[in-house]
T-cell receptor, first 115, second 112 residues
Framework: GAGVSQSPRYKVAKRGQDVALRCDPISGHVSLFWYQQALGQGPEFLTYFQNEAQLDKSGLPSDRFFAERPEGSVSTLKIQRTQQEDSAVYLC?????????????FGPGTRLTVT | KQEVTQIPAALSVPEGENLVLNCSFTDSAIYNLQWFRQDPGKGLTSLLLIQSSQREQTSGRLNASLDKSSGRSTLYIAASQPGDSATYLCAVTNQAGTALIFGKGTTLSVSS
């Protein structure tokens, strides 16, 4: 594909429900990142994969958040027992190589609203 | 802990003006700095990437500078156009080199 794609684009969940957000990075990109962007704020780092290895998950706010990238391409961010404070836009980004010397390309995001 | 600050938070200018957006960061140990543009309801578009060893990068009407020692970067936009209206975000790498740390952005409005 031409760029990073994310699905769904919008998700409304009732408090307590589990959600799964999908990211399709640019084909062949080694690195994949998840960010959370609250309204009026800059994106905040959640987790980083290099191929299938999750090298940094220090930004995940609680153990309700879980991310995986089992085959080193598509990634899923799962949020269990959603809370209202989880409402945000979740952005996925990928870059060509490992590390941050390379430009990150962002998807359009998934807007999650927890009611 | 790395912190990124962007000033001003919002800026309104008439078409044709040259303008400067400011970004400062607290820890000079960065790999690179990126400037992004975000349109409402959309993802981020990378504008310029400055490696830590570089002083500036240019793309069209955009010029970004980096002074790592003072923890500052500026994004200069020449001859602004209404289509430049967006939120501009500055980001630097974290110490582990595994993620970007973003500022809150500057929301630019260019009127015709």
């Amino acid at each position: 594909g031409a760029g990073v794609s994310q699905s769904p684009r919008y998700k409304v969940a009732k408090r307590g429900q589990d959600v799964a957000l999908r990211c399709d990075p640019i084909s062949g990109h080694v690195s994949l990142f998840w960010y959370q962007q609250a309204l009026g704020q800059g994106p905040e780092f959640l987790t980083y994969f290099q191929n299938e290895a999750q090298l940094d998950k220090s930004g995940l706010p609680s153990d309700r958040f879980f991310a995986e990238r089992p085959e080193g391409s598509v990634s899923t961010l799962k949020i269990q027992r959603t809370q209202q404070e989880d409402s945000a836009v979740y952005l996925c980004a990928s870059s060509q190589e490992g590390g941050l010397s390379y430009e990150q390309y962002f998807g359009p995001g998934t807007r999650l609203t927890v009611t | 802990k790395q912190e990124v600050t962007q000033i001003p938070a919002a800026l309104s200018v008439p078409e044709g003006e040259n303008l400067v957006l400011n970004c400062s960061f607290t820890d000079s140990a960065i790999y690179n700095l990126q400037w992004f543009r975000q349109d409402p309801g959309k993802g981020l578009t990378s504008l310029l990437l400055i490696q830590s060893s570089q002083r500036e990068q240019t793309s069209g009407r955009l010029n970004a500078s980096l002074d790592k020692s003072s923890g500052r970067s500026t994004l200069y936009i020449a001859a602004s156009q209404p289509g430049d209206s967006a939120t501009y975000l500055c980001a630097v790498t974290n110490q582990a080199g595994t993620a970007l740390i973003f500022g809150k952005g500057t929301t630019l409005s260019v009127s015709s």
